[in-house]
């Protein structure tokens, strides 16, 4: 119970401060470990609730409505219908606010990080060093998506490599922490029971090196480590597949790949992308053993029409 008393409470605090528990949400946890939480600041009761939200469409021009005790028992009263009127017991009137600084100490003690965590942005703390990396960690989805984000973390670790531990940010923003070399590891992925953290999780997977390599200055394309030979043309493609397969989804519409080859404004009859995608079909398959699998690395879509490379983000490295 208590894994699951971790999971809601990071989740909860997704959305930014304040993060509320209310009781029914707390009830079934309510024990030994719970009561550690509120002896440790990490949850802090407010006062029993004497209001309630409003009914869902209710035209009664209350901001919301008060809470009765009748016959000893607490109603949300609806002043316009009886059939809206809520029963409500204890539990329901108590409600929990989550502490993010308490919390972050919390991991941060109970898994073995020496010192307390600092705050070196809003939301966002330094935890310490792992295996072989420093971790910061925030809990709020808004803390990660601020701007200079990236460049404050780089000040306060200069040479380490950095994993960001946060909530899922958009594609988008995926990205622009790839980019920057920053692993992020998503909360829930590896922060467990009783908040602690799995610190195999912190380091970047090394299953496997990336299949396909392509270096953009260099203009140099290596699969499966054989250096391939692409026509600029092929090569312009290949790396329009490449970076969209780094996003989600991979898919490129035949229309995009139109105007990144042709420019939007050029209209030619053989504008068509299917001449392009055979000539790197037959460049990146070379000297190949399997020609067959490696043509199969850029597959045809339909609905929208277009391609796709067939490598998931970690088997791609795109160099600048
Ligand atoms: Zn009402």
Redo the contacts with the bound molecule.
């Keep these: 119970m208590t894994g699951m008393l971790s999971a809601l409470l990071l989740r909860l605090s997704e959305a930014g401060a304040p993060a509320l528990l209310w009781g029914r949400q707390a009830a079934p946890h309510f024990g030994r470990a719970f009561d550690r939480l509120l002896a440790r600041g990490i949850l802090i009761e407010h006062a029993p609730a004497t209001e309630w939200e ?2 869902p ?4 021009g ?1 901001e919301a ?1 008060p809470i009765r005790k009748i016959d000893g028992r607490h109603i949300a009263a ?4 009886r059939g ?1 009127d809520i029963v409500l017991d204890d539990d329901d009137l108590r409600s929990f606010r989550i502490e993010p600084a308490a919390l972050v100490r919390e991991i941060a003690a109970v898994s073995g990080f020496g010192a307390a965590p600092s705050e070196v942005a809003p939301g966002v703390w330094h935890l310490g060093m792992s295996a072989t990396r420093t971790v910061f960690l925030a809990i709020s989805e808004a803390a990660l998506a601020q701007p200079g984000l990236i460049a404050t973390l780089r000040m306060v670790e200069r040479s380490a490599p950095i994993t960001v531990i946060a909530p899922t940010p958009p594609a988008s923003e995926r990205t622009r922490f790839a980019e920057a070399e920053i692993l992020h590891v998503d909360v829930g992925a590896c922060i467990g029971e009783d908040f602690v953290l799995d610190h195999a999780r912190l380091e970047p997977p090394h299953a496997f090196a990336p299949r396909l390599v392509i270096g953009r200055a260099a203009r140099s394309v290596m699969l499966d480590g054989v250096p391939k030979l692409l026509s600029e043309q092929a090569f312009k493609l290949l790396v329009l597949l490449a970076e969209q397969a780094l996003k989600s989804p991979a898919i490129v519409e035949n229309r995009v790949i139109e105007s990144h080859l042709w420019g939007s404004s050029i209209h030619r009859i053989t504008s068509e992308p299917r001449e392009p995608v055979r000539a790197l079909r037959d460049a990146l398959v070379g000297n190949s053993a399997d020609s067959r699998a490696v043509r199969s690395l850029v597959e045809n879509r339909r609905n929208p029409n277009g391609y796709r490379l067939v490598l998931t983000p970690e088997e791609i490295e795109l160099k600048p």
């Design positions: 409003l009914c469409t209710c035209e009664c209350l409505r609806c002043p316009l219908d809206g």
